[in-house]
């Protein structure tokens, strides 16, 4: 039984002169619930010249420093799952076409989410380890860093960009360096918008802290501050009358 992954098509937001899309068919697409996904990794098919774990936690903080998204992503540890599930998982296939029904000589991975309600419940990435040409042992650590990005961008509820330098953009040939265009800042920013009302934050500024009332010292300190000037201003204004008569 094959899976497809829902890699392309999505809502497009042309009124808004975005070029982003949402996975899947759904205008109202939400994400993951709780907008905080750990990722798990499956490298029992992985070859062993590629640091899977590596390039999934480095791929991660792309995503994460993301100023205008709550989102936050991290790598939780290992697994032997390999199906969709929540939290998502990252796995290596070797017989990837059959799975996944995308050619293994020009792919090298692929992404899928469930979801309930718009909202994204379950997920999971799956890596070329077969004996295509897009095997992943065949592409250099900048493109693998990008293509994994990419996927995981699509298990985080994005589709494909139409902007050519975003990594949403269907192929990593255009890419040369590893980093979000606004494109992709503006799609995971819609989907995961950041929450400036929260935690009793207001635009971004920390807490504003209680001040106690001042001590009897204080008070004092600020009662000869005020009079200090004004016993200043009454001496000179005195003595400028004396000199002038």
């Given at each position: 039984?094959?899976?497809?992954?829902?890699?392309?098509?999505?809502?497009?937001?042309?009124?808004n002169?975005?070029?982003?899309?949402?996975?899947?068919?759904?205008?109202?697409?939400?994400?993951?619930?709780?907008?905080?996904?750990t990722?798990?990794?499956?490298?029992?098919?992985?070859?062993?010249?590629?640091?899977?774990?590596?390039?999934?936690?480095?791929?991660?903080?792309?995503?994460?420093?993301?100023?205008?998204?709550?989102?936050?992503?991290?790598?939780?540890?290992?697994?032997?799952?390999?199906?969709?599930?929540?939290?998502?998982?990252?796995?290596?296939?070797?017989?990837?076409?059959?799975?996944?029904?995308?050619?293994?000589?020009?792919?090298?991975?692929?992404?899928?989410?469930?979801?309930?309600?718009?909202?994204?419940?379950?997920?999971?990435?799956?890596?070329?380890?077969?004996?295509?040409?897009?095997?992943?042992?065949?592409?250099?650590?900048?493109?693998l860093?990008?293509?994994?990005?990419?996927?995981?961008?699509?298990?985080l509820?994005?589709?494909h960009?139409?902007?050519?330098?975003?990594?949403?953009?269907?192929?990593?040939?255009?890419?040369?360096?590893?980093?979000?265009?606004?494109?992709?800042?503006?799609?995971?920013?819609?989907?995961?918008?950041?929450?400036?009302?929260?935690?009793?934050?207001?635009?971004?500024?920390?807490?504003?802290?209680?001040?106690?009332?001042?001590?009897?010292?204080?008070?004092?300190?600020?009662?000869?501050?005020?009079?200090?000037?004004?016993?200043?201003?009454?001496?000179?204004?005195?003595?400028?009358?004396?000199?002038?008569?």
């Amino acid at each position: 039984m094959k899976i497809y992954s829902t890699l392309i098509l999505g809502f497009f937001f042309s009124m808004n002169a975005y070029s982003f899309t949402l996975q899947g068919n759904s205008s109202n697409l939400k994400g993951w619930a709780r907008g905080e996904v750990t990722f798990y990794v499956n490298t029992s098919n992985c070859p062993g010249s590629v640091d899977v774990v590596g390039l999934v936690k480095e791929s991660l903080e792309v995503w994460n420093n993301t100023p205008t998204s709550s989102l936050k992503v991290k790598y939780g540890g290992s697994t032997t799952s390999t199906s969709s599930s929540s939290p998502p998982i990252v796995y290596c296939e070797t017989n990837f076409n059959a799975i996944t029904g995308a050619d293994e000589n020009s792919v090298p991975g692929a992404a899928s989410v469930n979801t309930t309600g718009g909202q994204i419940n379950s997920g999971f990435l799956v890596l070329n380890a077969s004996g295509g040409q897009s095997n992943i042992a065949n592409l250099s650590r900048k493109n693998l860093l990008i293509v994994m990005t990419h996927e995981i961008g699509h298990v985080l509820g994005l589709g494909h960009s139409q902007t050519a330098n975003a990594v949403m953009y269907y192929t990593y040939s255009f890419k040369t360096e590893l980093n979000l265009a606004q494109d992709d800042i503006d799609g995971i920013s819609y989907l995961y918008p950041s929450d400036e009302f929260s935690d009793n934050e207001f635009a971004g500024c920390g807490h504003v802290q209680s001040v106690p009332p001042p001590t009897p010292g204080q008070m004092l300190l600020l009662i000869l501050c005020l009079i200090m000037p004004l016993a200043v201003y009454f001496k000179t204004k005195k003595r400028f009358y004396l000199t002038h008569l």
